[in-house]
Protein backbone atom coordinates (compact mmCIF):
# COMPACT_ATOMS: atom_id res chain seq x y z
CA UNK A 1 0.00 0.00 0.00
CA UNK A 2 2.89 2.16 0.61
CA UNK A 3 3.79 1.99 -3.32
CA UNK A 4 0.24 3.68 -4.11
CA UNK A 5 0.31 6.37 -1.72
CA UNK A 6 1.78 9.81 -3.27
CA UNK A 7 4.41 11.46 -0.36
CA UNK A 8 1.59 14.16 0.25
CA UNK A 9 -1.72 12.28 0.97
CA UNK A 10 -4.41 13.36 2.51
CA UNK A 11 -7.51 10.90 3.19
CA UNK A 12 -10.59 12.63 5.57
CA UNK A 13 -11.85 9.87 7.65
CA UNK A 14 -15.81 8.59 8.42
CA UNK A 15 -15.03 10.83 11.29
CA UNK A 16 -13.70 13.54 9.85
CA UNK A 17 -10.38 13.36 11.09
CA UNK A 18 -7.70 13.92 8.46
CA UNK A 19 -4.89 11.27 7.67
CA UNK A 20 -1.38 12.11 6.27
CA UNK A 21 0.15 8.77 4.24
CA UNK A 22 2.42 7.67 7.29
CA UNK A 23 -1.04 7.39 9.72
CA UNK A 24 -2.79 6.13 6.47
CA UNK A 25 -0.43 3.20 6.60
CA UNK A 26 -0.04 2.93 10.80
CA UNK A 27 -3.90 2.55 11.02
CA UNK A 28 -3.82 -0.15 8.26
CA UNK A 29 -1.65 -2.21 10.31
CA UNK A 30 -3.50 -1.87 13.57
CA UNK A 31 -3.56 -5.19 14.79
CA UNK A 32 -7.35 -4.91 16.61
CA UNK A 33 -8.97 -3.19 13.74
CA UNK A 34 -11.15 -6.30 12.38
CA UNK A 35 -13.13 -6.41 8.54
CA UNK A 36 -15.04 -8.94 8.85
CA UNK A 37 -17.18 -7.99 5.42
CA UNK A 38 -16.48 -5.87 2.43
CA UNK A 39 -18.54 -5.18 -0.93
CA UNK A 40 -17.78 -2.43 -3.45
CA UNK A 41 -20.58 -1.37 -5.61
CA UNK A 42 -21.30 1.34 -7.78
CA UNK A 43 -17.63 1.92 -8.67
CA UNK A 44 -17.56 5.22 -10.83
CA UNK A 45 -14.18 6.16 -12.34
CA UNK A 46 -13.71 9.17 -14.36
CA UNK A 47 -9.82 10.74 -16.15
CA UNK A 48 -9.13 13.79 -16.19
CA UNK A 49 -5.94 14.13 -18.27
CA UNK A 50 -3.51 12.85 -15.65
CA UNK A 51 -5.96 12.23 -13.04
CA UNK A 52 -8.74 9.88 -12.15
CA UNK A 53 -11.62 10.27 -9.53
CA UNK A 54 -12.71 7.00 -8.44
CA UNK A 55 -16.08 7.26 -6.78
CA UNK A 56 -17.91 4.12 -4.57
CA UNK A 57 -20.06 2.21 -2.51
CA UNK A 58 -18.56 0.50 0.27
CA UNK A 59 -20.92 -2.02 2.66
CA UNK A 60 -18.49 -2.97 5.40
CA UNK A 61 -18.80 -4.81 8.61
CA UNK A 62 -16.24 -5.09 11.18
CA UNK A 63 -14.48 -3.30 13.89
CA UNK A 64 -11.86 0.04 13.77
CA UNK A 65 -8.51 -0.08 15.88
CA UNK A 66 -10.51 1.11 18.83
CA UNK A 67 -12.74 -1.65 18.73
CA UNK A 68 -16.02 0.44 18.03
CA UNK A 69 -18.47 -1.20 15.71
CA UNK A 70 -17.51 0.10 12.02
CA UNK A 71 -20.41 -1.75 10.33
CA UNK A 72 -22.54 0.14 7.90
CA UNK A 73 -22.43 1.42 4.32
CA UNK A 74 -20.02 4.21 2.87
CA UNK A 75 -19.49 6.37 0.13
CA UNK A 76 -16.10 7.22 -1.01
CA UNK A 77 -13.62 9.19 -3.29
CA UNK A 78 -10.72 8.49 -4.18
CA UNK A 79 -8.20 10.63 -6.44
CA UNK A 80 -5.59 9.27 -8.04
CA UNK A 81 -2.60 11.24 -10.41
CA UNK A 82 -0.17 9.75 -12.69
CA UNK A 83 3.20 10.47 -11.60
CA UNK A 84 6.44 11.19 -13.83
CA UNK A 85 7.57 7.51 -14.38
CA UNK A 86 3.48 6.54 -15.54
CA UNK A 87 2.79 5.24 -12.10
CA UNK A 88 -0.80 6.08 -10.51
CA UNK A 89 -0.65 7.69 -7.07
CA UNK A 90 -3.56 7.89 -4.58
CA UNK A 91 -3.35 11.91 -3.24
CA UNK A 92 -6.41 12.09 -1.85
CA UNK A 93 -9.29 9.73 -0.41
CA UNK A 94 -12.39 11.11 1.79
CA UNK A 95 -15.26 8.78 3.04
CA UNK A 96 -18.58 8.94 4.38
CA UNK A 97 -21.02 7.24 6.34
CA UNK A 98 -24.38 7.00 5.01
CA UNK A 99 -26.83 7.71 7.50
CA UNK A 100 -30.10 6.15 7.61
CA UNK A 101 -33.03 8.69 7.14
CA UNK A 102 -34.33 9.49 10.86
CA UNK A 103 -36.05 12.84 12.96
CA UNK A 104 -34.04 15.33 12.60
CA UNK A 105 -32.98 17.10 15.46
CA UNK A 106 -34.08 20.60 16.63
CA UNK A 107 -31.35 23.11 16.43
CA UNK A 108 -30.10 24.11 19.98
CA UNK A 109 -30.73 27.88 20.64
CA UNK A 110 -28.58 30.01 21.92
CA UNK A 111 -29.47 32.68 24.23
Known amino acids: MASLLSDDYTAITASGTL ?12 TSRHITS ?6 KVRFY ?7 SLADLG ?17 VYVRDAQ ?3 KIVSFEASRIREPGPR ?4 SHP
Open 62 to 78: GTNAEGSDVTGSYRYTR
Open 19 to 30: QNKEEALENLHA
Open 38 to 43: LTISER
Open 49 to 55: GETAVVT
Open 86 to 88: GHW
Open 105 to 108: RKPE
